[in-house]
């Protein structure tokens, strides 16, 4: 019965008896299960991008009125495993004149930073990797060492459109970090703790509903993190051919290709653990495998959203996208962290303290700020001049166009 | 706390080692035939003018800068909101003159056209 | 030697030989790539001591904006993969001496100091150390006063870079 309802934490115990019963001492005890947990989800994360693949493909194909893939198994679910045998025994071309060893390190930071994060998130009250008390910070933290494998892959390309792409892709995400970071102090600032074991734990009603507009802003910016459509300039491949990872092919290639498809679901875990209550749910704290299965569907519904969002809309140019961030989406984002702590205190001050009688105050606060951000931004839209298109008329590809028409 | 910083110790060594031996497992299966065309640099076909290495316009210097001074203040907000729940309306007041005078930077960036995109 | 202390030399090794490398590398991007490398050797000897806050914060800061707007700021320069110049000049051989004389005193200083022979004690558990740091930053008996010229400094820092580096001439054009 105790394995049905929490599997993890009765295998760790087991394993750990096991290897005392070894007449291990206790820190290499230690050491090896930390080893063995960590090299397990380590692997799950990866093994999990297989299925996230085929997902995404299935998904787009669905949304651009395709099958998608569905001719290896059930529903193509073998596609992915005959895209990465192709892609293990592809040949690296490694063009002349790069430096090699940013080069080659790239793609491995670019993964393992994602992956970094998978270690503090809680998965149920029992399953997590490791509860960090500075949590938050670390997974910001480890973002600043995938900027990190952008800028190494486009410096150690030895080509202009890589390089020119990493700066592009290295300015966006700069700019929206500030507004994801500012917005992250919101729940901080609820919960009162770092850790985002604590913060699960301190969401009672879930963030969402407090601060709705601080949970917009946050997905908005980690869609921008993630490089999804609106936000996918960092691999606009009509615009600076490829972006930084041109030059990688053969597996290389795929793991940076891993990594895009780890953080998009890396973000969503992490929404879903700060805004959406993570685990909680009825019966979570007795039966951890059900506030796992919670923290799966929450966790799901915020991917697809992402994914439907990343199909239907087209893609920013750099301008507006640096123009959204700095002068709407960090001024709101301050605005509303402001606005909540000075109401939020003076209420308790005035002896307000059940979290029922706040809880209108702050959505109004957060309706009043979405319309004035709402205001500005289409303000703005009108204001800003229309292309100029100058010239007479310009040849349109029609055959009476052409100078050889056919016989 | 240690065990903590152990723990992510060895989820960061095996996070990097996975991919990595993953990488020189491929290098060893793939074919490797290169030529001097195919390990040219890619630019669509024409061939490339210069260095690969160009210098920078300072924009982007410029948005470095301005996310550099707001990251170091998310770094002093962190602990006043970890905190905030025991403190009363005057260290909330505080936090917001503290943001307020960053918000005054911010308004001057964007005036002096710090912030647009050339 | 505890496992701790083996791991700190490992650290410490790998941090002090990263600084070399920032000072001997022949190019600017290498020296600007090692300085990372020695940065985030900083930040694990911050989790060594316990001080996780500072240990990410130093991630955060460092590597993720500091090092970046190095970065950024390498690129503006010319010929940026190009050898500049000899690495040691004339002085070097006083700046050696004045170098391993500083060292020198310092460890006659610290070797004085009672604290090396200290045992690091496990912090308690329950102290909620970025809590106390906010507390100790808003209470007015405190830190308030700096915490908010804290503010105006990194205001200062961002006017004065932005009046040198934007060029009025091209903004007013656009």
């Known amino acids: ?407 | 706390m240690l065990e903590q910083w152990m723990y992510i110790g060895i989820f960061m060594v095996v996070a990097m080692m996975l991919p990595s031996i993953a990488i020189i497992i491929a290098g060893l299966l793939s074919p490797r035939r290169p030529n001097p065309i195919k390990n040219s640099t890619y630019e669509c076909g024409i061939e490339t003018v210069g260095p690969g290495w160009p210098q920078f316009r300072v924009q982007y210097y410029i948005f470095g800068l301005v996310f550099l001074i707001f990251d170091v203040e998310t770094v002093f907000l962190f602990p006043w909101a970890v905190a905030y729940n025991r403190l009363g309306l005057f260290a909330a007041v505080e936090a917001a003159l503290f943001i307020a005078i960053l918000a005054g930077g911010l308004i001057y960036a964007w005036k002096k056209g710090a912030l647009r995109w050339l | 030697m505890t496992s701790l202390q083996i791991v700190f030399l490992i650290i410490a090794a790998v941090t002090l030989a990263s600084a070399v490398m920032v000072v001997t590398a022949r190019r600017l991007m290498h020296a600007a790539l090692w300085l990372i490398l020695t940065l985030l050797g900083v930040a694990a000897v911050f989790a060594t001591l316990q001080a996780n806050f500072f240990a990410v914060v130093q991630v955060l800061v460092y590597i993720g904006a500091i090092a970046i707007l190095i970065i950024f700021a390498i690129m503006m320069t010319r010929e940026v993969m190009s050898v500049t110049g000899p690495r040691l000049n004339r002085g070097w051989g006083w700046a050696a001496a004045a170098a391993a004389g500083g060292l020198a005193g310092l460890v006659a200083v610290l070797s004085t100091w009672q604290g090396f022979q200290t045992v690091l004690e496990p912090l308690p558990s329950g102290s909620v150390g970025v809590g106390a740091l906010g507390e100790a930053f808003l209470d007015p008996n405190r830190f308030a006063v700096p915490f908010e010229v804290a503010s105006v400094l990194l205001v200062a820092a961002m006017v004065g870079a932005i009046y040198i580096a934007v060029d009025r001439k091209v903004v007013e054009e656009q």
């Open chain 1, 1 to 407: 019965m105790d394995f049905l309802k929490d599997p993890v934490t009765f295998l760790a115990n087991q394993l750990v008896l096991w290897l005392t019963g070894l007449g291990l001492p206790e820190g290499v005890v230690r050491f090896l299960s930390f080893s063995i947990g960590a090299a397990i989800l380590a692997t799950s994360s990866l093994l999990f991008v297989i299925f996230l693949i085929w997902f995404e493909r299935k998904l787009i194909g669905r949304v651009q009125d395709r099958l998608g893939p569905n001719r290896l198994g059930p529903f193509g679910l073998f596609q992915p495993f005959a895209d990465m045998l192709k892609i293990f025994t592809k040949e690296y071309v490694t063009p002349s004149g790069v430096d090699p060893v940013p080069y080659n390190l790239a793609p491995v930071l670019a993964v393992s930073s994602v992956m970094a994060i998978w270690a503090v998130i809680p998965f149920a009250n029992t399953i997590y990797g490791v509860d960090l008390d500075v949590g938050v910070v670390f997974v910001l933290a480890v973002g600043g060492l995938a900027q990190l494998g952008i800028i190494l892959a486009g410096w150690g390309s030895n080509n202009k459109y890589a390089l020119l792409g990493g700066f592009r892709a290295l300015a966006q995400l700069l700019s929206y970090e500030i507004p994801m970071v500012i917005t992250l102090l919101i729940p901080v600032m609820l919960a009162g703790t770092l850790s985002l074991t604590g913060m699960v734990t301190a969401q009672d009603v879930p963030f969402v509903a407090v601060a709705p507009l601080a949970a917009l802003i946050f997905f908005i910016a980690n869609l921008a993190e993630v490089s999804r459509a609106p936000f996918d300039l960092p691999e606009a491949d009509s615009e600076i051919v490829a972006g930084f990872n041109i030059e990688y092919s053969g597996l290389k290639f795929g793991f940076f290709y891993v990594a895009e498809f780890l953080h998009g679901f890396t973000s969503a875990l992490l929404f879903a653990t700060v805004f959406l209550g993570g685990w909680r749910g009825p019966l979570a704290e007795e039966i951890p495998i059900l506030g796992f299965i919670y923290f799966a569907i929450k966790t799901s519904l915020v991917y697809l959203t992402i994914l439907l969002v990343d199909a239907t809309v087209p893609r920013f140019r750099i301008d507006q996208l640096l123009n959204f961030s700095w002068k709407l989406l960090t001024p709101l984002a301050l605005a509303l962290l402001v606005a909540m702590a000075l109401v939020d205190r003076a209420m308790v001050g005035m002896g307000v303290e059940s979290i029922w009688i706040r809880l209108p105050v702050f959505l109004a606060l957060n309706a009043g700020l979405f319309a004035a951000g709402a205001y500005f931004l289409d303000r703005a839209r009108r204001r800003a001049p229309r292309p100029v298109v100058s010239g007479g008329p310009r040849p349109v590809a029609r055959p009476e166009n052409f100078t050889m028409q056919p016989k």
